[in-house]
């Protein structure tokens, strides 16, 4: 066990909307970042990772429960916690040098001081010579150094870091991870403490000593995970990749409430849509049929050459769907999944109709009413009106473009894009009336 520096405990957070209605982002979360640990938040969209690291950041309040810093109870920004953001957060007007001093500055500590804390930081990240450089000038791996520089050179109990290589390349990305390790290593470096946010499974298993599986809608602790192995790590040994899937079941599991299960109803705010399109549920189950309907995630994931984590969305999708089940990393199809993948285009089509609207959460909620209004249509805006309650702007936009584009692959409504409008097929309409006139038999021999 080490030292604890921040521990949150029992803490809920909810955010209320303009219209009144609440949105829970996260539940009863307890949690400790001790001395001289990397600790990875691993999670999908949802699970509050940014929200949780905020809070132990003292950025965002706790809607109940506690956050403390060395044992003191935080009733604002953690003084012992700088940020790393994904999106660099650098001041344009200026330099590097200027950029790095701003927290110094902040806190009122001297010129001289500034400028020698900040010349040694710069220099540490590998970026001297570009003191006086702006960051239109930087690439994107040298603008994330920079905001390195500015965390480190406070000198943090814990170095807080929300995605911080989500937004470079591959390349970059390996090579900033390498050398944060490398930083780690040495015994002068200003912090006791690492904590990551992160969607990516080998990011985390990379870089930490433990990892902290986050459940979704609202978010909470599913798992904690140690991950002791030794430093630097190699993907390819047998003791990484039983990692990476020990992660990746926690992240799959079936208690996870954004998984729509066959006897329960989600609504389209508590269960979103994956961010997955019919052409990439259709490669994933096309894949599976050829591989006797069955296969290893992470060996479908070599295949493709992408990380296994890169497949979480599409899976998700499918499971959700009825098109696979999950056994820890092993896919399985279903039998709609084997029919849908063995059919033509008319009878797949069919097949992923009565699929989506069964068990699509936002889909069903569209088509009920479309059904229910004069004459099948609906601007699209009656539905982001909806959504907005629970997204985000984007993710409301997110969840629209996913909805629509199950909802006209499957012919259960149509979309006009220069009107906004959505209107029931006309198969769909026939069968509305068909059943409205069963009902009114029915009333009638009643």
């Given at each position: 066990?080490?030292?604890?520096?921040?521990?949150?405990?029992?803490?809920?957070?909810?955010?209320?909307?303009?219209?009144?209605?609440?949105?829970?982002?996260?539940?009863?979360?307890?949690?400790?970042?001790?001395?001289?640990?990397?600790?990875?938040?691993?999670?999908?969209?949802?699970?509050?990772?940014?929200?949780?690291?905020?809070?132990?950041?003292?950025?965002?309040?706790?809607?109940?429960?506690?956050?403390?810093?060395?044992?003191?109870?935080?009733?604002?920004?953690?003084?012992?916690?700088?940020?790393?953001?994904?999106?660099?957060?650098?001041?344009?007007?200026?330099?590097?040098?200027?950029?790095?001093?701003?927290?110094?500055?902040?806190?009122?500590?001297?010129?001289?001081?500034?400028?020698?804390?900040?010349?040694?930081?710069?220099?540490?990240?590998?970026?001297?010579?570009?003191?006086?450089?702006?960051?239109?000038?930087?690439?994107?791996?040298?603008?994330?150094?920079?905001?390195?520089?500015?965390?480190?050179?406070?000198?943090?109990?814990?170095?807080m870091m929300d995605e911080p290589f989500s937004a470079l390349d591959v390349l970059t990305t390996e090579n900033l991870r390498r050398e944060l390790i490398s930083l780690w290593s040495q015994p002068d470096f200003p912090t006791s403490c690492i904590c990551i946010v992160t969607h990516n499974i080998e990011e985390a298993v990379l870089l930490a000593d433990r990892a902290v599986v986050l459940g979704a809608n609202p978010g909470h602790i599913r798992a904690e995970v140690m991950i002791d192995l030794p430093r630097p790590r190699d993907r390819k040994t047998a003791a990484f990749e039983t990692l990476v899937d020990r992660l990746y079941g926690y992240l799959t599991g079936e208690d996870d409430p954004a998984v729509a299960k066959p006897n329960r109803m989600p609504g389209p705010l508590t269960s979103p849509l994956p961010s997955a399109s019919v052409g990439g549920l259709a490669g994933l189950v096309q894949m599976l049929a050829g591989m006797d309907g069955h296969g290893d995630l992470s060996d479908i994931a070599d295949e493709l050459a992408f990380e296994v984590d890169d497949l979480l969305p599409i899976v998700d999708a499918a499971r959700m769907l009825g098109l696979l089940t999950l056994h820890g990393v092993r896919a399985e199809l279903t039998a709609a999944g084997q029919t849908w993948a063995s059919s033509d285009v008319q009878r797949a089509k069919e097949v992923f109709a009565k699929l989506v609207v069964e068990r699509a959460p936002l889909v069903r909620t569209m088509m009920r009413a479309l059904n229910a209004a004069k004459g099948g249509t609906l601007r699209e805006d009656f539905f982001r009106d909806l959504l907005h309650r629970g997204y985000t702007v984007e993710d409301t936009e997110r969840q629209l473009d996913i909805a629509i584009d199950w909802g006209r692959y499957g012919e259960v409504f149509d979309y006009d894009a220069d009107s906004g409008e959505l209107s029931l097929t006309l198969e769909a309409a026939n069968e509305q009336e068909g059943e409205a006139e069963v009902d009114q038999q029915a009333r009638d021999v009643l």
């Open positions: 066990m080490t030292t604890p520096i921040i521990t949150a405990t029992n803490v809920s957070k909810s955010f209320a909307s303009a219209d009144g209605t609440t949105l829970n982002v996260l539940e009863d979360v307890t949690l400790s970042l001790g001395e001289g640990e990397v600790v990875a938040m691993l999670g999908k969209s949802g699970s509050g990772k940014s929200t949780l690291l905020r809070t132990l950041a003292g950025l965002i309040a706790p809607t109940s429960g506690e956050v403390r810093y060395r044992g003191n109870l935080l009733t604002g920004a953690n003084p012992g916690a700088a940020m790393v953001f994904q999106s660099f957060a650098l001041l344009p007007w200026l330099t590097v040098q200027d950029n790095v001093e701003l927290g110094l500055r902040a806190a009122g500590v001297p010129a001289a001081e500034r400028q020698e804390r900040a010349l040694a930081a710069i220099d540490q990240i590998g970026l001297d010579g570009f003191e006086t450089a702006y960051p239109r000038e930087l690439s994107g791996g040298m603008r994330q150094r920079v905001g390195f520089a500015r965390a480190l050179v406070l000198r943090p109990d814990v170095l």
